[in-house]
């Protein structure tokens, strides 16, 4: 199991109004956020062997810059061991990717972009509070592209409030016209807190019911399927399985990660362990030489062995029978026996030898899944 980095980016220009991630809008800290980055990564020079991934998200990573992105870059090197073919992804928002950024990201060795397109109507772009338009989304694309990128990814929500099949399906059709190699399609939640989530409990703002959720989230699976795409995980999907995301699978299987930077969370063994979701006790802290660590928690067995079928469940890959009785001591054929020939018979899985995958409808109902 081959660890991987995540770096948290925590500024953007301004908050999108369903946003619930960890992000500040005070660019003018990001210098002094770089260097407490770098002395972060000092605090865990040789505590992981060499890594295979590299993921700078946020936030909006690509705000930093193609200077400071590449200084970052240069100190992960200089820190820490990496596989020649270590997979290198960056977040971006349309409006950063200028022909010259894109380029300058290209050239400082990040090899896959995972561009914030989340939509190609503008009335969608706008409710949710987005800067870009679908113009400017579209440019990205093509910007990436010329610069060279042979891994673009786009990012795109459903169950937006005024949002219907038809115009989710012109979403997907436009994206699909540019043959990304990966797709990730969310559905909206509107989280209690964000301006979004407040407009939804006071009534201004109707998103779509149960069952339009559903119909959209069959739709988009059998949509790209039929254009070729492998529906990896609930949320995910490849065009062919060389573009799955090295990096986000080591969040589904329990692989090592290391997380840097405010709010970053990581995971070792049986460890998992979060940085305060704040940027300038972060700043201090770091700056002070002591680590910025919030809070963590050790995992029991049972936590993991539940978390590991959850997580196994949410993806196409399913969970292998005998490395989960090798890993976890546990015959799921014997002790779930007759739940799972229940849920085979609903059609929410499949058994094939020593493999339990979810169908279409098992990875559309996979977080009730838990309960087994
Ligand atoms: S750009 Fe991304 S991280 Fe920033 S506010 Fe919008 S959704 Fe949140």
Known sequence: MIPGIYIHIPFCLSKCGYCDFYSVTE???????????????????????RFDTIYLGGGTPSLLGADQTGQLLDALHRTFLFFDDTEVTIEANPGDLSPEMASSLYTAGIGRIS??????????????GRRHSATEAITAIENARRAGFGNVGLDLIYGVPGQNIRSWLETIHTALSFAPEHL????????????????????????????????????????LEAAGYVHYEVS???????WMSRHNRKYWDHTPYLGLGPAAHSFSGN???????????YIEEVGRKVSPIGGSEMLTGEQLRLESLYLGLRTKRGVDLDEFAHRYGCDLLHEKGELLRTMQREDLITITGNHLRPTRAGLLLSDSLPLL
Not at 33 to 45: A, D, G, N
Not at 193 to 218: H, K
Not at 271 to 281: A, I, M, Q
């Open 271 to 281: 460890r998992r362990w979060w940085n305060h979701r704040c940027l300038d006790r």
């Open 184 to 223: 990730s399609c969310y559905q909206l939640t509107l989280e209690p807190s964000t301006p979004l989530g407040l407009r939804y409990r006071s009534g201004e703002i109707v998103p779509p019911d149960d069952a339009l959720l559903c119909e959209f989230f069959m739709k988009t699976s059998e949509t």
């Open 115 to 128: 561009i914030g397109v989340q939509s190609f109507d503008d009335g969608t772009l706008a409710l949710l």
């Open 236 to 242: 995910n999907f490849a065009r062919g399985d060389e």
């Open 27 to 49: 660019a003018g800290k990001i210098p002094l956020f770089t260097t407490s980055l770098i002395r972060e990564m000092e605090m865990y020079r040789g505590v992981f062997d």
